[in-house]
């Protein structure tokens, strides 16, 4: 019979106490008191921070905002139809963050930068907080470079650089995400990462867009976040912020980023209806009294870095609808404060079949030029100054029936010029040609040209410059300067082209 000795036991004992998993998790408990359109209240939850993510029992996460003495108010990032009374509710201990890096680039992803695509999982290079503080005064750098959109009318009089908060405003259906894509589609070849974010829109418009930079190839570096109207209020309230995230990350490492936030409006709404729900006190337009906060903080991230940070930057490009051109309206006149210009739309020129709308009057770009190329400066300069001239001519000219000639003269060159700005969508266009188009217009090129022979002038001018690769074309690119020489080189080019062109229409006549 075999007989346990006393020793044996208490070797056992020991080596089971040695063995011991002293690793324990301590977690923070909380349960849900009441729960109901996104919104959750929580008890128990002491420890939390405020923007803390949160896990409920059915898996769907909340952000924690509200932190009150008894209980806390949070957001769910779901439908959480599962969560009810005296759910469980856990605490992360984890600032709301996201993954970010360049596996993102040619993705759409929703407002929690979770693939939507259907391409599959995506290989994140690291995490990011979705709130950071933006960068001080010293890691900055004034804007320098520019920022082309390849949109004549913008480049030429309401110039951005990179690290520009520039607004596009303006009443619906007047080409403000036009504007936008535009943009994106410029950045070809030129290492700016863009991020698109949609917030609030119909996903047809949100696949629009998708549609039309896969078709030009802009996909390969671009990011869509995507928040559509019918996601729950606390998915449009993130996105932008989930966007310049994702944009913040290519800052950060030194390079160029842009992001769009289509549109701001939307987002004040969400975050209007989550306030309201969370029994926060309406303000004026029964907006929360921090909705500026909301704009300012997301608007501020944009930034250009000093070379000690890397010397990368990040353009924004916020868009803002208004109801019948009202500027005045409260977010309106917010997000005008917070950036440095805008570029106004209106709907009156629009329908007047001038596209881009862009009301060059009430537009500007406060710190824009000193990133403009010379050349340019040059140019603009002498278009920004007769168009002023025929804005004033053209409103008076209205009752007078006998002009003279001088200031018949003035208006046709102004309605030539005016013509010159049209451009279609996804159609940019180069610093040369920008140059030589505006050139040809305000020296007389195009004159005795009829108003609708204006377009297929300058898309003739565009092969003309691109086919024979002409020596203007390469000394532009390399100096970006209208010296002496480039521009004697430019007059060639536009006497040979002009008198071609005059040829050409000549005998289709
Ligand atoms: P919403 O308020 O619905 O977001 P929006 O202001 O973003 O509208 P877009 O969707 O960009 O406007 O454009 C409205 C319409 O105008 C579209 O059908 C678009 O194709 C057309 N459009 C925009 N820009 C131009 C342009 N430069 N030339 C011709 N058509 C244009
Ligand atoms: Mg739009």
């Given at each position: 019979?075999?007989?346990?000795?006393?020793?044996?036991?208490?070797?056992?004992?020991?080596?089971?106490?040695?063995?011991?998993?002293?690793?324990?998790?301590?977690?923070?408990?909380?349960?849900?008191?009441?729960?109901?359109?996104?919104?959750?209240?929580?008890?128990?939850?002491?420890?939390?921070?405020?923007?803390?993510?949160?896990?409920?029992?059915?898996?769907?996460?909340?952000?924690?905002?509200?932190?009150?003495?008894?209980?806390?108010?949070?957001?769910?990032?779901?439908?959480?139809?599962?969560?009810?009374?005296?759910?469980?509710?856990?605490?992360?201990?984890?600032?709301?963050?996201?993954?970010?890096?360049?596996?993102?680039?040619?993705?759409?992803?929703?407002?929690?930068?979770?693939?939507?695509?259907?391409?599959?999982?995506?290989?994140?290079?690291?995490?990011?907080?979705?709130?950071?503080?933006?960068?001080?005064?010293?890691?900055?750098?004034?804007?320098?470079?520019?920022?082309?959109?390849?949109?004549?009318?913008?480049?030429?009089?309401?110039?951005?650089?990179?690290?520009?908060?520039?607004?596009?405003?303006g009443d619906r259906q007047t080409g403000k995400t036009a504007i936008a894509v535009d943009t994106i589609l410029n950045q070809k070849e030129k290492s700016v990462y863009c991020v698109y974010v949609a917030v609030g829109q119909k996903a047809s418009s949100v696949a629009q867009v998708f549609s039309t930079l896969k078709k030009n190839d802009a996909m390969d570096y671009t990011i869509i976040v995507?928040?559509?109207?019918?996601?729950?209020?606390?998915?449009?309230?993130?996105?932008?912020?989930?966007?310049?995230?994702?944009?913040?990350?290519?800052?950060?490492?030194?390079?160029?980023?842009?992001?769009?936030?289509?549109?701001?409006?939307?987002?004040?709404?969400?975050?209007?209806?989550?306030?309201?729900?969370?029994?926060?006190?309406?303000?004026?337009?029964?907006?929360?009294?921090?909705?500026?906060?909301?704009?300012?903080?997301?608007?501020?991230?944009?930034?250009?870095?000093?070379?000690?940070?890397?010397?990368?930057?990040?353009?924004?490009?916020?868009?803002?609808?208004?109801?019948?051109?009202?500027?005045?309206?409260?977010?309106?006149?917010?997000?005008?404060?917070?950036?440095?210009?805008?570029?106004?739309?209106?709907?009156?020129?629009?329908?007047?079949?001038?596209?881009?709308?862009?009301?060059?009057?009430?537009?500007?770009?406060?710190?824009?030029?000193?990133?403009?190329?010379?050349?340019?400066?040059?140019?603009?300069?002498?278009?920004?100054?007769?168009?002023?001239?025929?804005?004033?001519?053209?409103?008076?000219?209205?009752?007078?029936?006998d002009l003279d000639q001088t200031t018949q003269n003035q208006l046709a060159r102004g309605k030539r010029l005016r013509e010159l700005l049209k451009q279609p969508q996804a159609s940019p266009l180069s610093l040369p040609e920008q140059v030589a188009i505006i050139y040809a217009g305000t020296n007389g090129y195009i004159d005795d040209i009829s108003l609708e022979k204006i377009h297929s002038y300058?898309?003739?001018?565009?092969?003309?410059?691109?086919?024979?690769?002409?020596?203007?074309?390469?000394?532009?690119?390399?100096?970006?300067?209208?010296?002496?020489?480039?521009?004697?080189?430019?007059?060639?080019?536009?006497?040979?082209?002009?008198?071609?062109?005059?040829?050409?229409?000549?005998?289709?006549?």
């Amino acid at each position: 019979m075999a007989t346990i000795q006393p020793d044996e036991i208490s070797n056992i004992i020991r080596k089971k106490i040695r063995n011991y998993n002293k690793r324990f998790k301590i977690e923070t408990i909380g349960t849900v008191l009441k729960v109901g359109d996104g919104i959750a209240r929580i008890y128990g939850l002491d420890k939390i921070m405020a923007g803390e993510l949160i896990n409920f029992a059915d898996g769907t996460i909340g952000i924690a905002l509200n932190l009150e003495p008894r209980n806390i108010g949070a957001v769910m990032m779901g439908q959480g139809t599962n969560v009810k009374e005296g759910s469980i509710v856990r605490a992360t201990g984890r600032i709301a963050q996201i993954p970010v890096g360049s596996a993102f680039l040619g993705r759409i992803v929703d407002a929690l930068a979770r693939p939507i695509d259907g391409q599959g999982e995506i290989q994140s290079e690291k995490n990011r907080l979705l709130e950071s503080a933006a960068p001080g005064i010293i890691a900055r750098k004034s804007v320098f470079e520019s920022l082309e959109t390849g949109l004549i009318a913008i480049d030429s009089m309401i110039p951005i650089g990179r690290g520009q908060r520039e607004l596009i405003i303006g009443d619906r259906q007047t080409g403000k995400t036009a504007i936008a894509v535009d943009t994106i589609l410029n950045q070809k070849e030129k290492s700016v990462y863009c991020v698109y974010v949609a917030v609030g829109q119909k996903a047809s418009s949100v696949a629009q867009v998708f549609s039309t930079l896969k078709k030009n190839d802009a996909m390969d570096y671009t990011i869509i976040v995507a928040a559509t109207a019918d996601a729950p209020a606390t998915l449009q309230y993130l996105a932008p912020y989930t966007g310049a995230t994702l944009s913040e990350y290519f800052m950060y490492k030194g390079q160029h980023t842009l992001v769009i936030y289509d549109d701001l409006s939307k987002q004040a709404q969400a975050y209007r209806e989550m306030s309201l729900l969370l029994r926060r006190p309406p303000g004026r337009e029964a907006f929360p009294g921090d909705v500026f906060y909301l704009h300012s903080r997301l608007l501020e991230r944009a930034a250009k870095l000093n070379d000690q940070m890397g010397g990368g930057s990040m353009t924004a490009l916020p868009i803002v609808e208004t109801q019948e051109g009202d500027v005045s309206a409260y977010i309106p006149t917010n997000v005008i404060s917070i950036t440095d210009g805008q570029i106004f739309l209106s709907a009156d020129i629009f329908n007047s079949g001038i596209r881009p709308a862009i009301n060059i009057g009430i537009s500007v770009s406060r710190v824009g030029s000193a990133a403009q190329s010379k050349a340019m400066k040059k140019v603009a300069g002498q278009l920004k100054l007769e168009l002023a001239q025929f804005a004033e001519l053209e409103a008076f000219s209205q009752f007078s029936s006998d002009l003279d000639q001088t200031t018949q003269n003035q208006l046709a060159r102004g309605k030539r010029l005016r013509e010159l700005l049209k451009q279609p969508q996804a159609s940019p266009l180069s610093l040369p040609e920008q140059v030589a188009i505006i050139y040809a217009g305000t020296n007389g090129y195009i004159d005795d040209i009829s108003l609708e022979k204006i377009h297929s002038y300058i898309v003739g001018l565009k092969q003309f410059l691109t086919n024979t690769k002409i020596e203007y074309v390469k000394t532009l690119e390399k100096t970006k300067n209208l010296d002496e020489i480039t521009t004697n080189l430019l007059k060639q080019c536009l006497d040979d082209y002009s008198k071609q062109f005059a040829e050409k229409n000549f005998t289709e006549v």
